[in-house]
């Protein structure tokens, strides 16, 4: 089982930018296919990124071109740059790992590790 912790989550204004970290403890993280999830207040939980062993990465339409999911294999830690944030990005970004690869690295519903999370909020 490996354990995550997320970091990096604040307050920033309309058009900012942030970058949140997730250290996996107890395995090395290249063994997983990974993901960013977001969910806001009375939403459904959505994926924002992927990337799996290979370091393809993933990305839904809805932030195509403001989200950048990276891994640094030296501090075995998931990395996820959020660029031009708008209000509607606030919510509670969280990562996930599952073993090896999977046929759909955005289905979050197939991962099996999840980290606590952390906030971000966008004010306009």
């Known amino acids: 089982a490996v354990h995550l912790v997320e970091s990096g989550g604040g307050s920033v204004q309309a058009g900012g930018s942030l970058t949140l970290s997730c250290v996996v403890s107890g395995d090395t993280i290249s063994n997983y296919a990974m993901a960013w999830a977001r969910q806001a207040p009375g939403k459904e939980r959505e994926p924002v990124a992927a990337i799996d062993t290979h370091g393809k990465t993933f990305y839904p339409d809805i932030v195509a071109g403001r989200i950048t999911i990276s891994t640094d294999n030296s501090k075995n830690a998931l990395l996820l740059q959020l660029h031009d944030l708008r209000p509607e990005d606030t919510a509670r970004y969280s990562c996930?790992?599952?073993?090896?690869?999977?046929?759909?690295?955005?289905?979050?519903?197939?991962?099996?590790?999840w980290g606590q999370g952390t906030q971000v909020t966008v004010s306009s």
């Open positions: 996930a790992a599952v073993f090896q690869n999977i046929d759909d690295p955005l289905r979050i519903g197939w991962y099996d590790y």
